[in-house]
C-alpha cells in the first residue's frame, strides 16, 4: 500500500490506455543524453552489422539512403518518465538491414558514434519492431536527437534508442551496455516499469 | 541483485532557495547513502490511488538518512508546484534511489574539476561542491553558474562563503549586478577558456542544465580541446526529467 501525499490530486490527462505507469505525457520533445553532442559528416558515415562469426555487412550513406524505407507512426517512452505519442520517422527497417545477414546469435550490442552502447534481443529488433531512422516529423534528424541516424525500438524504454548509431554487434551472450551498466534495467519493457536494475 | 524499493521519505524542512525554488529535506528510514550527483525518482500519490512520478537531483551528499533536493515550480506542472507550494514538514511522499552513476564524482577522484551549471543545473553539481568541502579533498574545482539575475541564484550565502580551492564564476544572462563587468550574454568561449581549465589540464567536466545551455557549453567545451570522454552532461528542461 503506497503512502498517500497529503493534498495531491495531480493533473490527469486521458491518454486512452497509451501511456505506461508512471509516464506522463509531453508535447515537445525533450533531449537526454551522456556527453557532447558528436557531429557526424555523411560522407564519413557508415553503418555495420557484425556477425557471430565476425562478418561484417556495411552501409555507406548513399547505399543506407538507397534501401526501401519506411515511415512509422510511433508512441515513445523514455525513463525519466516522459511519453510522446504519434512521433513520426522515416527509415530503414531492421528486417531490411538483416535480410543477408546470416546468424545465430541471441542478443545485440548496439553501438553509436561519440562510445555509446545499448544491448537488447535479437529478436526485439526484427519483425517490423525497430528501425535505423534519418527523418523526424518530416525534417531531417537534427543532431541532438541523433542525426544523422539513430535507432527506435518503441516497445522499449528509449535509452535502448541509440543516437548516432553506427552499428550492432551480434552475439552468442548477452553484453550490457552504457546505461544496463550503470544501473539501469537489462531489458527495459515501459509497460512492466523496468527502469532499473531488480525491477 | 539490487532492488529500488519505495520508502516512506517525511519532509524534515523546506525552505525557499529563491523566489520560485525550494530546498527540501527528507528523512528516508533505510537510505543505503548516494554519489554526489545522482538523482531520486519521488513518487506522489493521491487519495484515490492516482500516482504521479518524476526524477530530481540530490543536492547533498549522503548524510545518514537525510536526503536533500531543490527543486524549481515549473509552471502548470504536475509534481513541482506540490513539492514547493503544499508540501509541508510531516507530510509524506515515497522516493526512491539513489539512481545514476554516470553523472557523479567521487572524493578519492584526483583530477580537476569544471562545474558548468544552468539555471537548476546546478543542483547536482552543488553536491559535488559539498562532497568536496566534506571529504577534505584538495581537488580543485571551478565552477561556472549561468543564471538569468543575481535573485535566481541558488545556495547564493553558502556559495559566498570562502571555500578554498573552489573558484567560482557567474555568468549573468539577463541582468547582472553592479560592479559586474560581462555584460549579460549567454554562455560564450571566453567564458569557458577563462573561468575552466585549460584541456592540458585533463578535468572531469560535469555539465548540467537545460538542453540548449548543456549543448552550447558541451560544444564549447570541445571547441577548447576538452576531450568528448571527459564531458559528462546532464539535460534538463521543464520536462526533461
Not at chain 1, 546470416?102 to 525497430?130: Q, R
Not at chain 1, 528501425?131 to 527506435?152: Q, T
Not at chain 1, 551480434?170 to 527502469?195: I, S
Request: with cysteine; aromatic share 10%.
Amino acid at each position: 500500500m503506497s503512502i498517500i501525499s497529503r493534498g495531491f490530486r495531480g493533473k490527469r490527462r486521458d491518454d486512452g490506455g497509451r501511456v505506461p505507469p508512471g509516464q506522463y505525457l509531453v508535447d515537445d520533445f525533450p533531449v537526454l543524453s551522456a556527453g557532447p553532442t558528436p557531429r557526424v559528416p555523411l560522407d564519413r558515415w557508415e553503418f555495420a552489422i557484425d556477425t557471430e562469426a565476425e562478418q561484417t555487412h556495411r552501409w555507406s550513406w548513399q547505399e543506407f539512403m538507397a534501401l526501401p524505407s519506411e515511415t512509422p507512426t510511433v508512441d515513445i517512452h523514455c525513463v525519466t518518465k516522459w511519453s510522446k505519442l504519434d512521433t513520426s520517422w522515416e527509415g530503414v527497417s531492421l528486417d531490411v538491414l538483416f535480410e543477408d545477414v546470416e546468424t545465430a546469435a541471441e542478443y545485440a550490442l548496439v553501438y553509436s558514434y561519440g562510445g555509446y552502447t545499448t544491448n537488447l534481443p535479437l529478436e526485439d529488433l526484427l519483425d517490423g519492431k525497430a528501425w535505423i531512422v534519418h527523418r523526424f516529423d518530416g525534417e531531417e534528424l537534427e543532431p541532438r536527437h541523433g542525426g544523422p541516424a539513430r535507432l527506435i525500438v518503441p516497445h522499449l524504454y528509449f535509452w535502448k534508442s541509440a543516437k548516432w548509431v553506427r552499428g550492432i554487434r551480434l552475439l552468442n551472450e548477452d553484453w550490457p551496455g552504457f546505461w544496463e551498466t550503470a544501473g539501469y534495467h537489462n531489458y527495459g519493457d515501459p509497460w512492466r516499469e523496468q527502469r532499473y536494475e531488480g525491477d | 541483485m539490487r532492488r529500488l524499493t519505495w520508502r516512506p521519505a517525511e519532509l524534515v524542512e523546506g525552505s525557499a532557495e529563491t523566489a520560485t525554488a525550494r530546498t527540501l529535506r527528507f528523512r528516508v528510514p533505510g537510505w543505503p547513502g548516494h554519489l554526489a550527483g545522482q538523482h531520486v525518482d519521488v513518487r506522489l500519490t493521491a487519495e484515490d490511488g492516482y500516482t504521479a512520478q518524476r526524477s530530481y537531483s540530490m543536492a547533498a551528499p549522503a548524510d545518514g538518512d537525510l536526503v536533500e533536493l531543490t527543486v524549481e515550480t515549473v509552471a502548470d506542472g504536475e509534481v513541482s508546484p506540490y513539492l514547493t507550494e503544499e508540501l509541508r514538514a510531516g507530510d509524506q511522499v515515497e522516493l526512491r534511489g539513489p539512481v545514476g552513476g554516470w553523472f557523479v564524482w567521487r572524493p578519492e577522484s584526483k583530477a580537476p574539476v569544471l562545474l558548468v551549471g544552468g539555471g537548476s543545473g546546478i543542483v547536482p553539481l552543488m553536491a559535488m561542491i559539498r562532497e568536496r568541502r566534506k571529504a577534505g579533498s584538495r581537488v580543485p574545482f571551478r565552477l561556472l553558474y549561468s543564471v538569468r539575475d543575481p535573485e535566481r541564484r541558488y545556495y547564493a550565502e553558502e556559495l559566498r562563503r570562502p571555500d578554498p580551492g573552489l573558484d567560482i564564476t557567474y555568468l549573468y544572462t539577463r541582468s547582472a549586478p553592479d560592479g559586474v563587468s560581462r555584460p549579460a550574454r549567454r554562455i560564450m568561449l571566453d567564458d569557458l577558456a577563462e573561468g575552466g581549465w585549460p584541456a592540458t589540464f585533463e578535468p572531469d567536466c560535469y555539465v548540467c542544465g537545460p538542453t540548449g545551455f548543456v549543448e552550447a557549453a558541451a560544444d564549447l567545451l570541445l571547441a577548447l580541446g576538452h576531450a568528448p570522454e571527459r564531458i559528462r552532461t546532464e539535460r534538463f528542461g521543464p520536462t526533461g526529467g
